[in-house]
């Protein structure tokens, strides 16, 4: 089955400055990786998807890169706000169906001002 | 619209009790799940559903029961509760042929 990682251990820093969280998967390479921004007491929330023949997605101040040879997906905020401060969750649909989607476990971000 | 609606927003229970946590969404949605979401473990899919009267399995199903008899309707039982499904509980939503989930706010559950 598939197995994501995404670091567990938050990630703080300053205002106006790009974090990049990571998700790493193992197995096989997944037709799409969906990002989600949960804050605390909340559900999570869509924010990008990236197919497997797309290098690159943007929307306003994130951006996505979807590497198949690595195996890994990099999610940016550039200018960041403490607004931004939440923890964003990968998500993979399976190798079979695309009904069981599979979550990481999340990387808290800390934006500082 | 309202989205994805969960009730309730907590709960205590005892050991082996049963209850139902209800879930409804007013997208039109064929599809739907339940998730739980425990610290360092991610969110785990229970069950899930691709239309009114059919269900099927997801990675945690024991101890949980769902049916689905409206569109709209979702509800999770826990026959007989376990301190092991003290948790926080979602349930989602995505459109045919869509591929993004719509989340409810969630249900805290504790099982003491």
């Avoid at chain 1, 390479?29 to 997605?57: C, H, M, T």
């Avoid at chain 2, 509760?81 to 948790?87: D, H, K, V």
Wanted: hydrophobic share 30%; net charge positive; charged share 20%.
């Amino acid at each position: 089955s598939q197995k994501i990682e995404q670091n567990s251990e938050a990630l703080n820093i300053q205002e106006g400055k790009t974090a990049t969280l990571t998700c790493n998967y193992t197995n096989y390479s997944p037709a799409y990786l969906q990002w989600y921004r949960q804050d605390p007491g909340r559900g999570p929330v869509f924010l990008l998807l990236i197919r497997e023949n797309e290098k690159e997605k943007r929307k306003e101040r994130l951006k996505v890169t979807f590497d198949t040879t690595l195996k890994q997906s990099l999610f940016h905020i550039t200018a960041s706000q403490p607004a931004d401060s939440a923890t964003y969750l990968c998500a993979l649909p399976p190798d079979t169906g695309f009904q069981k989607l599979v979550f990481g476990t999340g990387t808290r971000l800390l934006v500082s001002p | 619209n309202a989205g994805v609606t969960q009730t309730p927003k907590f709960q205590v229970l005892k050991t082996g009790q049963s209850m139902t946590l209800q879930c409804a969404q007013d997208m039109n949605h064929e599809y739907m799940s339940w998730y739980r979401q425990d610290p360092g473990m991610g969110l785990r899919l229970i069950h899930y559903s691709v239309g009114a009267g059919i269900t099927d399995q997801g990675e945690v199903p024991n101890g949980y029961n769902v049916s689905r008899s409206t569109t709209e309707d979702f509800p999770l039982r826990l026959l007989s509760a376990a301190p092991s499904q003290t948790s926080v509980y979602f349930c989602a939503s995505r459109a045919t042929g869509g591929e993004k989930l719509f989340f409810g706010s969630g249900t805290q559950l504790s099982v003491l």
